[in-house]
C-alpha cells in the first residue's frame, strides 16, 4: 500500500525514506492506486540531467481529463466540482458539478475539433477567470491539444510573441474582463496581437461583459452558439504519458520568455498527490486558491490537483479589494472555504487595512493557510497566522516553481511543526542540496548556498519548447548533474530550508516573476533612451519593487524627466505588462561596467537598496567615477 495520505511526521519520515531509498517502487505504486491508465507503464524512469532528459511512466496510455473529470462521475457527479465566485458580490456564485463540467468540457472539445484542432496542435488561451477557463484547459486536454495559457494582464506584444513563440492556431479570449470596478478590453488586445500572428486562423470569444466589440470576418466567433451546437459526447484522445499536455510561459534573466513544456502522467501524479498532502485535502473540503490560472499555481493547484482528487476548488474573478477590503473573508464566510491560498503580496496589503475588515466574518471554517511565490516575512507569516488562523489552522509556506510543475519544498499541515518563513522539508521525492560557488555540494546543517535538486520528480519541466538547448543551459549547466533553480537557501540544524531570494536577475516583484532583460529591452526602445539596467529593491507591500538607471541619448532636466518617466513606464506596460511598472527612474550618465562590458549590477542592487556603506571593490571597474555620482542622486 502507496502512503497516499501523510498523517504524521513519524510517517513522514519513513515515506520520505522510501522515496530516496526506492523512488521508482515509490511513485509506481502512488500511480497504480490512485488514477485510472488505459495502459500502465514499461518503464517507470529513465533519465540523465546531462542530455537532459526525462521520462516518467514511459509507454504508459492515459487521458488526464478522465482522470479529473469522467472517473468520478459515477461517485461524485453531483458534486461541486468548479465554484465560480464572480467579481461583483451581487452577482451569483455558480456551483458547476463533475456532471456539468463533464458536459461543459466535451463540447468545448468538440468546439476545438471543429475548428480542425489535433492532437499536438497549440491554442492560445487568453481569458480572464471564468469558468470557461478552466473548462478550456480541459477541453484541449480532452482531444490532445497542447494549450497555452498566457495571464490575460499581459499586454498585446507579450501575448504576440507568446502565440508566435509556439505557433498557436486558435486563440482563446472574452470580450473583456471585469477588475474590480473596471473592464479590461480583452478583445482589443487579442486584435492588436494577431495583426503579428499570420498562424492564427480563429479566435473564440467568450461574451463576459456584453461590450462592443469588432469581430473579424472568417476568423473572429462567439463561443455561445458553437457550444449550443456542439454534441456532449467527445472520446477522449489517448495520450502517451510523456506527450505534451501544456506550455507555460516564464520570464528568463535574459532573452525571449521560456515556453515551459510539461507532460501529462507525471504532472498528473505529482500535482495529484502533492495537492492531497500540502493541504491535507479531505471529501468535503471547499478549497480555495486565489492565484490566476494564467500562472503555474492556477495550472496546478485550481484546476488539475483539486480535480484530479475529486475536489471542489474555488475559482475568483475578482480582486481583494473589492468592493472593499473585506472581499477575501467574505468568501471564506459565504462558501465555508476550508484550504485558502494566496501570496505574500496580498497578505502584506491586506495586513495595512483595519481588522475591522476581517472581524465582520466567521472565519472558523478554515484548517489550513498557504503561502505561494515569493518568500513571506516574518510580520506577514504571524499576521496571517494570528488574524485569519486564529493561530489554529498551521501555515503552509510552499516553495516551487514554473519549471517544477508542482511544489517542492513545504509543511505537511498538522504533520510538520511549522517556523516562520521557512518552507520547511522537501516533499517526498524530493532531493534537494545545496551548493557552493565553485560547483561543490555544501553537507551539514545551519548552512547556506544555491538551491539544487539531484534527482527527478514526475512534474519536472521536460523542456523548452523550440529551445532544447536552452532548458540545458538554464537549469542543468550550472551544476553537474543537477537541476539548478535560481534561488539561493539556508538549511538549518533540523535540517529545514528557508529559500532567500532570486541569485540570478529575476525579480519577484508581487510575487510576480520578472526578468530584467526583457523589461531592459522596452526601455531601450524609447527613442531618449541610451541604455538602461534594471535592480530590484524591497517594499514592503510587493516584496520588491523595480529600480531603472536610465541613460539618456542627451541630457534634459525637470519636466522633460518627468514625462519621461511616464513615457518609460508606458513603454514597459505595452511591452510587457503594467506589473512590470517602474517604481524609481533614475537618469545617470553611465552604469558602472567591468573592462569587459558587463554593467555591475551589484553595486546598483546595493545603491538601489541605500546600502551604499559597503559596495566593495570598486577600482577594478571601467568608470569607477561614475559610482559616486549615481549614489548622489540616487532616491
Ligand atoms: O524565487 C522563488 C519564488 O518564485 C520563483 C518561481 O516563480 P514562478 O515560476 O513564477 O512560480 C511561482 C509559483 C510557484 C522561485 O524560484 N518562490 C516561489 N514560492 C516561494 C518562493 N520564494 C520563497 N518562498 C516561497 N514559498
Known amino acids: ?146 494549450h497555452s495559457v498566457v495571464f490575460a494582464g499581459f499586454s498585446a506584444t507579450a501575448l504576440s510573441t507568446r502565440i508566435n513563440d509556439s505557433d498557436c492556431k486558435v486563440v482563446i479570449t472574452s470580450d473583456g474582463s471585469f477588475r474590480g470596478n473596471k473592464t479590461i478590453d480583452l478583445k482589443g488586445i487579442v486584435d492588436e496581437a494577431l495583426e503579428d500572428c499570420p498562424g492564427v486562423h480563429s479566435v473564440l470569444v467568450v461574451n463576459r461583459i456584453d461590450s462592443e466589440i469588432t469581430m473579424k470576418e472568417g476568423r473572429d466567433k462567439l463561443l455561445q452558439p458553437l457550444l449550443d451546437n456542439a454534441s456532449s459526447h467527445c472520446e477522449p484522445e489517448i495520450m502517451d504519458a510523456e506527450d505534451p499536455l501544456f506550455i507555460l510561459y516564464t520570464s528568463g534573466s535574459t532573452g525571449k520568455p521560456k515556453g515551459m513544456v510539461h507532460t501529462t502522467a507525471g504532472y498528473m501524479v505529482y500535482t495529484a498527490y502533492t495537492f492531497k498532502n500540502v493541504f491535507n485535502y479531505k ?8 492565484a490566476d490560472i494564467g500562472w503555474i499555481t492556477g495550472h496546478s493547484y485550481i484546476v488539475y490537483g483539486p480535480l484530479a482528487n475529486g475536489a471542489t476548488t474555488v475559482m475568483f474573478e475578482g480582486v481583494p479589494s473589492h468592493p472593499d477590503y473585506g472581499r477575501f473573508w467574505e468568501v471564506v464566510e459565504k462558501h465555508k472555504i476550508t484550504q485558502f491560498y494566496t501570496a505574500p503580496t ?52 510552499t516553495w516551487w516553481q514554473t519549471e517544477t510543475g508542482g511544489i517542492l519544498i513545504s ?120 541604455e538602461s539596467a534594471i535592480v530590484g529593491f524591497p517594499h514592503d507591500v510587493k516584496g520588491n519593487a523595480l529600480y531603472g538607471y536610465v541613460i539618456l541619448k542627451e541630457t534634459g532636466e525637470g519636466r522633460l524627466h518627468e514625462n519621461l518617466r511616464k513615457e518609460i513606464n508606458q513603454m514597459i506596460t505595452e511591452h510587457i505588462g503594467p506589473i512590470a511598472k517602474l517604481d524609481k527612474i533614475q537618469f545617470t550618465p553611465g552604469l558602472p561596467k567591468t573592462r569587459s562590458g558587463k554593467i555591475m549590477r551589484r553595486i546598483l542592487r546595493k545603491i538601489a537598496c541605500n546600502e551604499t556603506d559597503n559596495l566593495g571593490d570598486t577600482s577594478t571597474l571601467l568608470n569607477p567615477e561614475v559610482v559616486q555620482t549615481i549614489i548622489d542622486n540616487s532616491f
Open 1 to 146: 500500500m502507496s502512503n497516499y495520505h501523510i498523517k504524521h511526521l513519524e510517517e513522514y519520515y519513513k515515506v520520505y525514506r522510501k522515496s530516496v531509498r526506492e523512488p521508482e517502487v515509490f511513485w509506481e505504486e502512488i500511480a497504480e492506486e490512485h488514477f485510472s491508465w488505459h495502459k500502465k507503464w514499461d518503464k517507470v524512469l529513465e533519465w540523465d540531467f546531462k542530455k537532459p532528459e526525462i521520462k516518467w511512466y514511459q509507454g504508459a496510455k492515459l487521458n488526464i481529463t478522465e482522470n479529473c473529470i469522467d472517473r468520478h462521475l459515477r461517485t461524485k457527479g453531483d458534486k461541486v466540482a468548479i465554484l465560480f465566485e464572480p467579481n461583483n458580490p451581487e452577482e451569483e456564485a455558480q456551483h458547476i458539478t463533475y456532471h456539468q463540467l463533464h458536459e461543459r468540457v466535451n463540447k468545448f472539445a468538440n468546439v476545438l475539433k471543429n475548428e480542425g484542432i489535433k492532437k499536438g496542435d497549440r491554442v492560445c488561451i487568453y481569458l480572464p477567470m471564468i469558468p470557461e477557463l478552466a473548462v478550456s484547459l480541459l477541453a484541449c486536454a480532452r482531444i490532445g491539444a497542447i
Open 283 to 290: 471529501d468535503d473540503d471547499i478549497y480555495w486558491c486565489t
Open 346 to 397: 496580498a497578505i502584506r496589503a491586506l495586513a495595512k487595512e483595519k481588522l475591522e475588515y476581517i472581524d465582520k466574518y466567521d472565519l472558523s471554517s478554515l484548517k489550513v493557510l498557504g503561502s505561494v511565490g515569493e518568500p513571506i516575512n516574518e510580520e506577514a507569516w504571524h499576521w496571517y497566522n494570528d488574524n485569519i488562523g486564529k493561530k489554529k489552522s498551521p501555515i503552509v509556506d
Open 411 to 530: 509543511p505537511i499541515p498538522y504533520v510538520t511543526p511549522t517556523i516562520p518563513t521557512y518552507a520547511t522539508l522537501p516533499l517526498p521525492g524530493i532531493q534537494p542540496c545545496l551548493m557552493d560557488e565553485n560547483g561543490e555540494e555544501i553537507k551539514g546543517k545551519q548552512v547556506d548556498g544555491r538551491l539544487c535538486i539531484k534527482y527527478p520528480w514526475p512534474s519536472i519541466a521536460r523542456t523548452i519548447w523550440g529551445n532544447h538547448q536552452r532548458y540545458k543551459e538554464t537549469y542543468f549547466s550550472t551544476y553537474e548533474n543537477n537541476y539548478f533553480t535560481g534561488d539561493g537557501a539556508l538549511r538549518d540544524t533540523v535540517g529545514y530550508y528557508r529559500i532567500t531570494g532570486r541569485v540570478d536577475d529575476v525579480i519577484i516583484v508581487s510575487g510576480h516573476n520578472l526578468g530584467t532583460a526583457p523589461i531592459e529591452d522596452a526601455i531601450n526602445e524609447h527613442p531618449a533612451v541610451a
